[in-house]
T-cell receptor
Framework: GAVVSQHPSRVICKSGTSVKIECRSLDFQATTMFWYRQFPKQSLMLMATSNEGSKATYEQGVEKDKFLINHASLTLSTLTVTSAHPEDSSFYIC??????????????FGPGTRLTVT | GQNIDQPTEMTATEGAIVQINCTYQTSGFNGLFWYQQHAGEAPTFLSYNVLDGLEEKGRFSSFLSRSKGYSYLLLKELQMKDSASYLCAVSVVTDSWGKLQFGAGTQVVVTP
């Protein structure tokens, strides 16, 4: 149980184009999903918190107009990197909290998406 | 924010024991997680501590002292597959969404 999928697993795009990454909770409902970015040999940096049916909350320093997040249902959140540039190349990981998790704040992680911008 | 510190890298021999320390400074502490992450993969959950003491799960154990802002992850009978990055993460009660703040990770290298 508690499986989170991400699509695509890898994507290469040209500078200036936009890329959409999907995050799905497959066997549970997730009221809250999180988007992280991870550069090589560094830890996970939280980009934003996404709640179903409301606007995402972005961490300080993360451009909300560049990283568009939509959490349209209890099982799907999307991250769109708009006008991507080479410095946006990174490993993007989503995670989800089970709606029924109660006070346990465990997050289930997706397998990640490797974005390369050329 | 929270300051979360853990060593950058540790090396140990197959079959040995390694202890990864994590110290944190936070207000409204609501739990500490340990995750394992292999290169290029997503983190996988190892343990969760919210009360003081030791939690044992097979070869992995995690300890928490809230008064000291300190936790450790103990890996016993090390195997080559345990070579990975180990992430310490803290959640706080002031955040109802359950955000986690991650440490930089400790790279464990297991040698034959």
């Amino acid at each position: 149980g508690a499986v989170v999928s991400q699509h695509p697993s890898r994507v290469i795009c040209k500078s200036g184009t936009s890329v959409k990454i999907e995050c799905r909770s497959l066997d549970f409902q997730a009221t809250t999903m999180f988007w992280y970015r991870q550069f090589p040999k560094q830890s996970l940096m939280l980009m934003a918190t996404s709640n179903e049916g409301s606007k995402a909350t972005y961490e300080q320093g993360v451009e909300k107009d560049k990283f568009l997040i939509n959490h349209a249902s209890l099982t799907l959140s999307t991250l769109t990197v708009t006008s991507a540039h080479p410095e946006d190349s990174s490993f993007y990981i989503c995670s989800a909290r089970d709606k029924l998790a109660g006070v346990t704040y465990e997050q289930y992680f997706g397998p990640g998406t490797r974005l390369t911008v050329t | 924010g929270q300051n979360i510190d853990q060593p950058t890298e540790m090396t140990a021999t197959e079959g040995a024991i390694v202890q990864i320390n994590c110290t944190y400074q936070t207000s409204g502490f609501n739990g500490l997680f340990w995750y394992q992450q292999h290169a290029g993969e997503a983190p996988t959950f190892l343990s969760y501590n919210v009360l003081d003491g030791l939690e044992e799960k097979g070869r992995f154990s995690s300890f928490l002292s809230r008064s000291k802002g300190y936790s450790y992850l103990l890996l016993k009978e090390l195997q080559m597959k345990d070579s990975a990055s180990y992430l310490c993460a803290v959640s706080v009660v002031t955040d109802s969404w359950g955000k986690l703040q991650f440490g930089a990770g400790t790279q464990v290298v297991v040698t034959p």
